[in-house]
């Protein structure tokens, strides 16, 4: 429960919807306080947790008071004595009851499963809330890096359209003095206008991206202002553990949302047990003290004091069969509930299994576009200098910048991939914490 303590950290009272900048620690201090899913996930949290002292209060002693006051009107007759003439009376009188009552539970399999039940649902709030903590850095962290990455298109985007304008013009330019054909203006033209559809393609997908972030954080972002960016420097952080049977035996034991169903099958159990109690007898301890005073015509102007002690037991014969019923109900669920945590065991190994593939290979993939990144780079400078030597056009500049940018996209993405991979990786395993996200926001940095 380290990472729910670490939230409150980085609280922050209020922040206006006025338009901002942000970098990503930033944007998870906002998100704690405006993201409308975790704040669900809060209320159902403290909701949860008062079903302890709910189940826990089937244990424990039920004191009530009762008190009435009333005025009575009674009509008696009746032969006066034995023979004699019928007689009617008519009575008006005030009368007073008051009563103390305890009941403590002695013998109540069903109390006992409705204080195991109650536990139970109290740490299933936990686990659910564990994992909508951690469900909500990997959310903010997507969703920033889906604005940086739809960024980084639209450039690549804008660099591909002006790299086809300058091969369309020379290809008219080159068909205009006879050195080359109609065909291959047309379709250098038609490549040109696929490239300005891109570009449209883009600033949607930029725009959706900026949408799904200002709904984490309820604010408007600054489209004139990037998102604090990746670093130029890029070292993939020490994987640790290293072996996959490590992580896969850190997932059995900590992933929240597996806690979450084991919680779940515990409650399951509960319910059958409570439900399966409705074939046992029932023993309670009951005293009681009451003052009545008139309470019948009889004992008019007469006030009476009862106190007592004892047992009370309840114990059932027959419901028609809907003890039976429901039990076998019950049970039935819990099986499933079992079951399905079966296939919630497997789906989160294979997606562990996932993860930390992408995270190995991750590292191999940032390398070798780093060093494409940098051998574009050096075509690129070749042409500027080939350009300003004459050796080389406009066009062959652009073309390598194309190229350039194209493996800068891939390079990005790929980091983000990383980065989000580390993150779901270790949420997967159940050890997720705050100071995981810190190592990633340290990624990003205004430049």
Do not use: C
Request: glycine share 6%; proline share 2%; aromatic share 10%.
């Amino acid at each position: 429960m380290r990472l729910v303590l670490s939230l409150g950290l980085f609280l922050v009272a209020t922040y206006s919807n006025s338009v901002f900048a942000i970098d990503l620690l930033r944007t998870y201090e906002l998100a704690l306080v405006n993201d409308p899913v975790f704040r669900s996930a809060t209320l159902e949290y403290e909701a949860g947790l008062q079903n302890k002292s709910i189940g826990r209060a089937a244990l424990l002693p039920k004191l009530t008071g009762t008190y009435n006051n009333a005025t009575n009107k009674a009509t008696q007759w009746g032969q006066a004595y034995s023979g004699g003439p019928d007689v009617t009376n008519n009575w008006s009188y005030p009368s007073d009851y008051a009563a103390l009552q305890l009941i403590q539970p002695l013998f109540s399999l069903d109390a006992i499963a409705r204080a195991k039940q109650g536990s139970a649902q109290a740490d299933l709030s936990k686990s659910k809330f564990l994992l909508s903590s951690q469900d909500l850095l990997i959310r903010v962290s997507q969703a920033y890096v889906d604005v940086l990455f739809a960024h980084d298109q639209l450039q690549f985007q804008k660099v591909e359209r002006d790299a086809f304008l300058e091969q369309s013009k020379v290809a008219q330019r080159t068909f205009e003095r006879g050195e080359g054909d109609k065909t291959g203006a047309l379709e250098a033209q038609a490549s040109f206008q696929m490239s300005e559809a891109k570009v449209v393609d883009a600033i949607d997908f930029l725009e959706n991206a900026n949408l799904k972030l200002e709904a984490l954080i309820g604010g408007n972002l600054d489209r004139t202002a990037n998102l604090a960016p990746l670093k130029n420097k890029f070292i993939p952080i020490a994987l640790n553990p290293v072996d996959f049977s490590a992580w896969k035996e850190k997932a059995l034991a900590n992933n929240a949302e597996l806690k979450a169903m084991q919680d779940q099958i515990e409650i399951a159990n509960q319910e059958y047990q409570k439900l399966n109690a409705g074939h046992y007898p029932v023993v309670n301890f009951v005293a009681a003290m009451t003052n009545q005073s008139s309470n019948t015509v009889t004992s008019i102007n007469q006030t009476t004091n009862q106190n007592y002690l004892g047992l009370q037991v309840s114990l059932p014969i027959y419901s028609g069969g809907e003890t039976v019923s429901r039990s076998a109900q019950a049970y039935a669920n819990y099986e499933k509930a079992k079951v399905d945590y079966s296939v919630a065991r497997d789906r989160v190994i294979t997606d562990l299994r996932k993860q930390y593939d992408l995270v190995r290979s991750g590292t191999i993939k940032i390398r070798a576009l780093t060093a494409a990144k940098e051998y574009s780079t050096m075509l690129v400078d070749a042409m500027n200098k080939g350009v300003s030597r004459g050796e080389k056009i406009n066009l062959d500049v652009l073309v390598a910048q194309k190229s350039l940018f194209l493996t800068s996209r891939d390079l990005a993405q790929s980091q983000y991939n990383y980065l989000t991979a580390y993150l779901r990786l270790h949420q997967l395993g159940g050890i997720l914490e705050m100071g995981d996200f810190l190592k990633v926001t340290q990624y990003f940095s205004r430049k």
